[in-house]
């Protein structure tokens, strides 16, 4: 059983939620295989009302051998705030691991905090051991929600800009220069915005290029996934991330835009399975999404290798590369096993 303590306090427009989540041998908890996912207690000492007003925590183990542990948390109102996390380590020191700035938080909803690794907290080498002296892992969770109308107000601001210049995407003012599908499908944009979010398409405009002179750029996208991509450049926005990740994963990698790319590998290894892990790590590879391949790669060492070896997808593997590192990764007992 784990510990909890939990306190608050009010400075200015602020309310502070501080949570010490005590998990004792912690290494015990990372050997059992069978423990997947760890929360924090619902204490009984307390009333179902102060329950209900609190945040909860909970890790996820991920891995064979539990080698990835995520932190979530859940607050039981929507609130907008900025969270810390810290570790406790020995002789009362403390190690700063994540900090998220003020954002708003949707309520009964688990929110991602922060992603630790087993080799950090208990090397068996004697360096880096983020355990207390008796094995327990303590945790330190800082929740600020905020109440300030200033900060509240340039939520809104970020927000209200955020439309605005999506606004231009959809209008067309002002634009000076096109887009074109390959299915001949035009957009009107700016060389600013574009230029602004993505490298490459700021290559076209700063030499003697054909766009330069033309004032149109013909892309080797589809034009849904090209409407797509050019709403994230404007928005930062990706609605379509969940329906068509894998065509989105190329795009991104293709015009260099990391957080889009980021989110079509979030979105990638959420759908994960069996049948498709092989097809996932092949375009993981092609469109270099490390994360993304690394998450595949433990998943397919978690128990799933014999499984996947009976998928189509398996059968049509013609690169020699990628059979030899999932053999390496499978084979070895370091999580850290290289990724080239």
Same mark, same amino acid.
């Not at 990372?30 to 890790?59: A, G, P, V, Y």
């Not at 999506?166 to 915005?193: I, P, Q």
């Not at 892309?219 to 969940?242: N, Q």
């Not at 989110?263 to 399975?273: D, F, I, N, Q, Y």
């Given at each position: 059983?784990?510990?909890?303590?939990?306190?608050?306090?009010?400075?200015?427009?602020?309310?502070?939620?501080?949570? @010490?989540?005590?998990?004792?041998? !912690?290494?015990? @908890?990372?050997?059992?295989?069978?423990?997947?996912?760890?929360?924090?207690?619902?204490?009984?000492?307390?009333?179902?009302?102060?329950?209900?007003?609190?945040?909860?925590?909970?890790?996820?183990?991920?891995?064979?051998?539990?080698?990835?542990?995520?932190?979530?948390?859940?607050?039981? /109102?929507?609130?907008?705030?900025?969270?810390?996390?810290?570790?406790?380590?020995?002789?009362?020191?403390?190690?700063?691991?994540?900090?998220?700035?003020?954002?708003?938080?949707?309520? /009964?909803?688990?929110?991602?905090?922060?992603?630790?690794?087993?080799?950090?907290?208990?090397?068996?080498?004697?360096?880096?051991? !983020?355990?207390?002296?008796?094995?327990?892992?303590?945790?330190?969770?800082? !929740?600020?929600?905020?109440?300030?109308?200033?900060?509240?107000?340039?939520?809104?601001?970020? +927000?209200?800009?955020?439309?605005?210049?999506?606004?231009?995407?959809?209008?067309?003012?002002?634009?000076?220069?096109?887009?074109?599908?390959?299915?001949?499908?035009?957009?009107?944009?700016?060389?600013?915005?574009?230029?602004?979010?993505? +490298?490459?398409?700021?290559?076209?405009?700063?030499?003697?290029?054909?766009?330069?002179?033309?004032?149109?750029?013909?892309?080797?996208?589809?034009?849904?996934? @090209?409407?797509?991509? @050019?709403?994230?450049?404007?928005?930062?926005?990706?609605?379509?991330?969940?329906?068509?990740?894998?065509?989105?994963? +190329?795009?991104?990698?293709?015009?260099?835009?990391?957080?889009?790319?980021?989110?079509?590998?979030?979105?990638?290894?959420?759908?994960?399975?069996?049948?498709?892990?092989?097809?996932?790590?092949?375009?993981?590879?092609?469109?270099?999404?490390?994360?993304?391949?690394?998450?595949?790669?433990?998943?397919?060492?978690?128990?799933?290798?014999?499984?996947?070896?009976?998928?189509?997808?398996?059968?049509?593997?013609?690169?020699?590369?990628?059979?030899?590192?999932?053999?390496?990764?499978?084979?070895?007992?370091?999580?850290?096993?290289?990724?080239?």
């Amino acid at each position: 059983m784990s510990s909890i303590n939990y306190t608050t306090r009010i400075e200015g427009q602020t309310r502070i939620n501080t949570i @010490l989540w005590t998990v004792p041998n !912690f290494i015990n @908890l990372l050997e059992n295989r069978s423990c997947r996912e760890f929360r924090t207690d619902k204490s009984k000492d307390h009333t179902m009302e102060i329950i209900e007003s609190r945040f909860q925590l909970k890790m996820q183990f991920l891995g064979r051998d539990n080698d990835i542990i995520e932190i979530y948390y859940l607050s039981p /109102n929507s609130v907008f705030l900025k969270s810390i996390l810290t570790i406790c380590l020995k002789r009362f020191e403390e190690r700063s691991i994540v900090i998220k700035e003020y954002h708003t938080v949707h309520p /009964n909803k688990w929110q991602y905090l922060a992603t630790l690794f087993k080799r950090d907290i208990a090397s068996y080498d004697g360096r880096d051991i !983020f355990l207390l002296s008796d094995g327990s892992l303590r945790l330190k969770f800082q !929740f600020l929600v905020s109440n300030d109308i200033k900060i509240d107000r340039s939520n809104v601001f970020e +927000a209200q800009l955020s439309n605005d210049i999506e606004n231009l995407l959809h209008n067309g003012m002002f634009s000076d220069v096109t887009m074109k599908s390959v299915e001949g499908d035009e957009y009107k944009v700016h060389k600013a915005v574009l230029s602004s979010r993505s +490298a490459v398409l700021k290559a076209h405009f700063e030499h003697n290029t054909t766009e330069c002179f033309t004032n149109s750029i013909e892309s080797p996208l589809e034009a849904e996934v @090209l409407r797509e991509v @050019l709403t994230f450049i404007y928005s930062d926005k990706a609605p379509k991330v969940d329906e068509i990740p894998e065509k989105l994963l +190329a795009a991104a990698d293709y015009y260099q835009l990391s957080r889009l790319k980021g989110l079509c590998e979030e979105a990638l290894h959420k759908k994960l399975t069996v049948d498709n892990a092989i097809e996932t790590l092949q375009l993981a590879d092609l469109h270099s999404a490390k994360t993304l391949k690394q998450l595949t790669l433990e998943f397919i060492k978690d128990g799933q290798a014999k499984l996947i070896t009976k998928t189509e997808g398996w059968a049509k593997v013609k690169s020699v590369e990628l059979i030899k590192c999932i053999y390496e990764y499978i084979m070895t007992d370091d999580a850290e096993a290289d990724i080239k």
